[in-house]
């Protein structure tokens, strides 16, 4: 199904998705055809599910990103999965097993900012808020 070259084309892939099928071509010695090929494939075969874009938030005024766990109060998880989307700020979610019921990472301007959607997020649950310093690149 996937062999070395399909692993080594996701990897590259997931480094800069907007490496030409010529670039990874020459990269791991195959022809932009057999490139697009193994590419169109993995996307067929949902190994591929999407490209997505990173964003420099800092440049755009954003310059607070932040880890948010929160711990829902009872009865509030239905309501809070159903308008986590109305929130602007939060970039992922996810639901976690633990203490907590969600994992938040949310992008915003400043500390009235993060005090602003804090004390929206209170309506739902307890939050406990990590303040991201910097982001620790993973070598592909």
Known sequence: MVDGIDNRIIGLLRKNSRYSF???GRIIS???SSVRER????EDLGIIELYSLKVNYALLGYGMEVF???KIFDGKLKYFLEEIH???EV???HRITGPYNIHIRAILRDQKHLQDFVDRLI?????TTLLILSDIEKNL
Not at 123 to 127: A, C, L, T, V
Request: proline letters at 8%; zero cysteines.
């Open 22 to 24: 010529a670039e990874i």
């Open 30 to 32: 195959l022809s932009p």
């Open 39 to 42: 590419i169109q494939k993995l």
């Open 68 to 70: 948010i766990l929160l």
């Open 86 to 88: 109305d929130f602007v």
């Open 91 to 93: 970039e992922e979610a």
């Open 123 to 127: 309506n739902y649950g307890s939050p």
